[in-house]
């Protein structure tokens, strides 16, 4: 069964970090993009960052450029989201996903987690 489970979600204050985790399985991923996008309540699908191992390139939204840090050790099919001075604005569900990206946005998803809750407060 091919899934991505994240995990590492929490709450924290405005300032704070967390880093969140990917645990990839039931195939390799080393041909697809892996990345991050978020949902907060009441909004629309947002792109946050995306790495694809054929381009050799890790796009990030602008809202998290500089903040958020993603990476990804592939012989792990593990993916990590580091995120620093996390904004009340950042809270979300996050969740991490394999496919197509052009920059830090999906085209195309084979498949993605269920998600990780991240709340910054204020």
């Known amino acids: 069964q091919v899934q991505l489970v994240e995990s590492g979600g929490g709450l924290v204050q405005a300032g704070g970090s967390l880093r969140l985790s990917c645990a990839a399985s039931?195939?390799?991923?080393?041909?697809?993009?892996m990345g991050w996008f978020r949902q907060a309540p009441g909004k629309e699908r947002e792109e946050v960052t995306c790495?694809?191992?054929?381009?050799?390139?890790?796009a990030y939204a602008d809202s998290v450029k500089g903040r958020f840090t993603l990476s990804r050790v592939n012989g792990q099919n593990t993916v990590y989201l580091q995120m620093n001075t996390l904004r009340p604005e950042d809270t979300a569900v996050y969740y991490c996903?394999?496919?197509?990206?052009?920059?830090?946005?999906?085209?195309?998803?084979?498949?993605w987690g269920q998600g990780t809750l991240v709340t910054v407060s204020s």
């Open positions: 790495h694809s191992n054929e381009e050799k390139n890790t």
């Open positions: 996903a394999a496919g197509f990206c052009a920059g830090a946005s999906f085209r195309t998803l084979e498949v």
């Open positions: 039931g195939r390799t991923f080393s041909s697809v993009a």
